[in-house]
């Protein structure tokens, strides 16, 4: 009886020790699934400026560079330009012009990417009381052109519209490094000429979105409409819902210079 007590006894012992060693092989296992740190920056994967990593699920749509909504790098960190930095005169020029224009920024320190980057970038977060949602990194005279169209054309049509001040604009990608879909040409967001306008939040608390507006939305067709043509007046470059499927759900604005000073307002 003793001896038949004591073979279950070490069965147990064994069959413990078997679940152990087991848990710790599939500690190990998971452990080593990941490259990256939970207190780095570092992507467990290279997702690359865009997301390769993710699936092409049915259903999802296809990623496109020219799709605010589709990039997906993981965020950079700003940094301010050196005390030491000296501007050219037409940058300093520049900046006079967005302090008249009533812009809050912030010049940051020169962003180099191979081809992309921009030599004296600025980030702007408002322009007046318009918030700009979130912060957009542009060179200086994209800002300044985008600032003098807000206040000079899209504030006014708000309110002449709506009878409401424009409370909030919120953009999809500012400067951007990646290339125009279809093409392989460097987009103008890689040399932070380019911004992308999703909606438009009212001081009344409306919010209008860029994308086509129903058939009876006369008046959010009316003010959208608007806001194409006179930014064409601004721009050389102004596209959105209409012209092609990658620009369904937002506005384009960039500051192409072209030759002959073409502009393309689609």
């Known amino acids: 009886m003793a001896g038949i007590i004591r073979a279950a006894f070490v069965a147990v012992r064994q069959n413990r020790r ?4 087991a848990g710790g092989l599939a500690i190990a296992a998971i452990s080593a699934c990941t490259t990256g740190s939970v207190l780095s920056l570092e992507p467990a994967v290279d997702v690359g400026s865009q997301t390769s990593a993710v699936p ?27 005390p030491t930095e000296q ?14 224009l009533g812009v809050v920024y912030t010049d940051l320190a020169p962003i180099r990417e191979g081809q992309c980057g921009i030599d004296y970038p600025v980030k702007i977060s408002a322009i007046g ?3 700009m949602k979130p912060a957009a990194t542009l060179t200086c005279d994209m800002a ?17 519209r709506y009878f409401s001040g424009v409370k909030t604009i919120r953009q999809g990608s500012s ?41 009876f939305a ?26 092609n499927y990658d620009h369904r759900n937002h506005f384009h604005f960039d500051i192409k210079n072209r030759r002959n000073g073409y502009r393309a307002c689609r």
């Open 144 to 160: 300044a052109t985008f600032a003098g169209w807000t206040r000079n054309e899209l504030v006014p049509s708000a309110r002449w």
């Open 218 to 243: 006369f008046r959010t067709r009316g003010f959208l409409n608007t806001v194409r043509a006179d930014g064409c007046q601004y721009f050389t470059t102004v596209l959105g819902p209409g012209y």
């Open 87 to 100: 501007m050219p005169a037409s940058e300093v020029d520049c900046r006079n012009e967005l302090k008249r």
């Open 56 to 82: 092409n699920y049915a259903g999802m749509q296809r990623l496109v560079p020219s799709n605010p909504y589709m990039t997906a790098a993981y965020p950079r960190m700003d940094e301010p330009m050196a």
């Open 175 to 215: 400067y951007s490094c990646r290339r125009i879909a279809g093409e392989g040409v460097l987009s103008e967001h890689g040399k932070g000429n380019a911004l992308d306008v999703m909606s438009i939040e009212l001081g009344n608390g409306k919010e209008i979105d860029v994308r086509k507006p129903g058939l």
């Open 129 to 131: 009381s318009v918030g």
């Open 18 to 21: 078997a679940r152990m060693i």
